[in-house]
T-cell receptor, first 112, second 112 residues
Framework: SQQGEEDPQALSIQEGENATMNCSYK?????LQWYRQNSGRGLVHLIL?????REKHSGRLRVTLDTSKKSSSLLITASRAADTASYFC????????????FGTGTRLTIIP | EADIYQTPRYLVIGTGKKITLECSQT?????MYWYQQDPGMELHLIHY???????EKGDLSSESTVSRIRTEHFPLTLESARPSHTSQYLC???????????FGPGTRLTVL
């Protein structure tokens, strides 16, 4: 089973609506990151939230982290067609070891 | 855009061929990584390096090998390609102590 699992696997919304995707993980973490991947491309880092933080904002992105539930959510407000991509959460498990474990991803489609 | 490059971007080869996937970064990062990703699926770490002459196997067993003779260069080699090696290969790098990974555009490999 995966350290990180995103939910839902796929999401389609109208442009302008908000998109929320969730990530669950199994072991203790130091921080959790969200990455975006456009089709057939590499990943781009979006935001990092540390284990002692509960919420973080960056532009139209809002990330929450609940370490008691081992879960995180990514909210994209006022979605745009350019937000169409796959979104992955990634956790690093061991202090001082920056290896990341990626989740299964949420495929987001914004309908113009 | 991150300064990390992968060549070739697409490669179609026959079974039994030896191939090398190139990855170079100009950011001076000590840590570099290779991931394997099937379409629409999560990333699996197959190799990583913490610096020159340092290479380690990742979480997913792979028949590929890597070398790290120069900081900026982290090539991946398959001695004898098979159809089961068909996948996308993503290279990434990060600073020592840094949590964010910077990804190249990927190499999509098809073995016939």
């Amino acid at each position: 089973s995966q350290q990180g699992e995103e939910d839902p696997q796929a999401l389609s919304i109208q442009e302008g609506e908000n998109a929320t995707m969730n990530c669950s993980y199994k072991t203790s973490i130091n921080n959790l990151q969200w990455y975006r991947q456009n089709s057939g491309r590499g990943l781009v880092h979006l935001i990092l939230i540390r284990s002692n933080e509960r919420e973080k904002h960056s532009g139209r992105l809002r990330v929450t982290l609940d370490t008691s539930k081992k879960s995180s959510s990514l909210l994209i407000t006022a979605s745009r067609a350019a937000d169409t991509a796959s979104y992955f959460c990634a956790t690093d498990r061991n202090f001082g070891n920056e290896k990341l474990t990626f989740g299964t991803g949420t495929r987001l489609t914004i309908i113009p | 855009e991150a300064d990390i490059y992968q060549t070739p971007r697409y490669l179609v080869i026959g079974t039994g061929k030896k191939i090398t996937l190139e990855c170079s970064q100009t950011m001076g990062h000590d840590k570099m990584y290779w991931y394997q990703q099937d379409p629409g699926m999560e990333l699996h770490l197959i190799h990583y390096s913490y610096g020159v002459n340092s290479t380690e196997k990742g979480d997913l067993s792979s028949e590929s090998t890597v070398s790290r003779i120069r900081t900026e260069h982290f090539p991946l080699t398959l001695e004898s390609a098979r159809p089961s090696h068909t996948s996308q290969y993503l290279c990434a790098s990060s600073e020592v102590g840094g949590h964010t990974q910077y990804f190249g555009p990927g190499t999509r490999l098809t073995v016939l």
